[in-house]
């Protein structure tokens, strides 16, 4: 009985002692890992929104160019104008309306064509990768052209001023 308890104090209660010892560190350091685990996570998530933010920005920039470059957008007007059977085109520019991040162009358009390319070519500007707002539209259906329409509209064509 004497080597018993000579076991019990002498090994068996330290032993117990350091597997509870053991298993708190345990305790304490799977915590740890799932705080880690969920920060990870929360990093990880924070990483796709910087990464679709960036995709965003190249298509604002994309969208509305530095600079008015408005010679691109007239020919991709003029191009579509043409390719829907829309004659007697003109764009007139205005001055343009200067913000501070973003500015714009206004520009009065004008074609005469029958509906289907009209509505073909505003759909076509609808899904133009520059922004362009159509600020007012007017079809007016001559007296001299059975089946043609007058389309006249003024748009604003947005850029970014040059920052010194």
Known sequence: MATG????LGVYLPQMRRLQQ?????TSLNAQLD?????LK???ST???VGRAKMTLVHFVDAVPENVRIGEFLEEI???AKSNGLTD?????SNPIVGEKVSCLPLDITFRGEFDGIFKFLRHMENMQRIARVQRLELVSPE???GELLLSMTVHVYFRPITG
Do not use: M
């Open 78 to 80: 003029d191009r579509t």
């Open 47 to 49: 990483f796709e929104d």
């Open 22 to 26: 053991l298993r708190a560190d345990t």
């Open 35 to 39: 705080v880690r685990s969920q920060r």
């Open 89 to 93: 085109r003109n764009v007139v520019p």
């Open 42 to 44: 929360e990093l990880k």
């Open 5 to 8: 308890l000579i076991f019990a």
């Open 144 to 146: 001299d052209a059975f």
